[in-house]
């Protein structure tokens, strides 16, 4: 049973949840093909952002089918075990249609609640992506350093929204040199995405799993009023698989 104080926080609950998924469709997979830079110095930040951009805007004809499987944990407070768990797959048929099915639940169901309307969402939202990628349209950039992950030399930039939405993020995002592909985002959002979140901070992390750069790990953690702290950790726990691409069943998605 959920207790009174719960049941009154469920909307902050839901805030949040949707706010991460719809975050995290928001960035658009890189394109499988590296775009090499032949120096390790920086270029002008001009062209740094046009090849972040051409790295998101693969063309749909180069995409694939996939199938990805993620498993979700939810935790309240400082908790060591997870009030609920879930593991969900992914499927997505080029450009824009995506659809989930959870495989396996336990634990609390306002949790497994939660998990599924975000699911829901990020599958809705896969077509609003220009929106809230990240591209010179929707941010400022500031290149702060150069720096190396493992022997892989990455550019940091702070972003900053041009508007107040809630879905655009106010941090910093970590870039491969070479490839010109985001590693990884963490900030948090340009605007509360409700009265009841008093703190909301996302980290997104991307790595390459089956010939796809994908979402690997990515946390949320709010501070929620009167229900206190709730954490989401997510992980993508089996590489994406491709699928051929059943074009009536694509056409019945779009409906």
Do not use: C
């Amino acid at each position: 049973m959920v207790i009174p104080a719960m049941r009154r926080a469920q909307p902050a609950l839901r805030a949040f949840w949707l706010a991460t998924l719809v975050v995290l469709s928001a960035f658009p997979l890189a394109s499988q093909t590296s775009l090499s830079s032949s120096e390790i110095k920086p270029p002008d930040l001009n062209s740094i952002l046009r090849h972040i951009e051409d790295a998101q805007h693969q063309s749909p004809g180069q995409s694939k089918a996939y199938e990805v499987t993620r498993e979700y944990k939810v935790f309240r407070g400082n908790d060591k075990r997870p009030t609920s768990e879930l593991i969900a797959q992914i499927d997505f048929v080029p450009p824009d249609v995506k659809t989930y099915k959870i495989v396996q639940t336990s634990g609390n169901s306002l949790g497994a609640k939660i998990v599924r309307e975000l699911l829901s969402s990020e599958t809705s939202s896969t077509r609003k992506e220009h929106s809230t990628e990240i591209s010179r349209a929707n941010y400022d950039f500031v290149f702060l350093k150069q720096q190396n992950f493992g022997d892989v030399p990455e550019y940091i930039f702070s972003i900053s929204p041009k508007r107040k939405d809630r879905y655009l993020l106010r941090g910093q995002i970590w870039v491969d040199a070479d490839s010109f592909r985001i590693r990884q985002i963490e900030g948090v959002p340009a605007r509360s995405p409700s009265f009841w979140l008093k703190d909301l901070h996302i980290t997104l992390q991307y790595g390459e799993l089956g010939g796809i750069w994908v979402p690997v790990t990515y946390s949320a953690i709010a501070d929620l009023r009167i229900v206190g702290k709730f954490t989401l950790e997510g992980v993508t726990v089996r590489q994406p698989e491709a699928k051929s691409i059943d074009r009536k069943t694509e056409s019945l998605s779009r409906r």
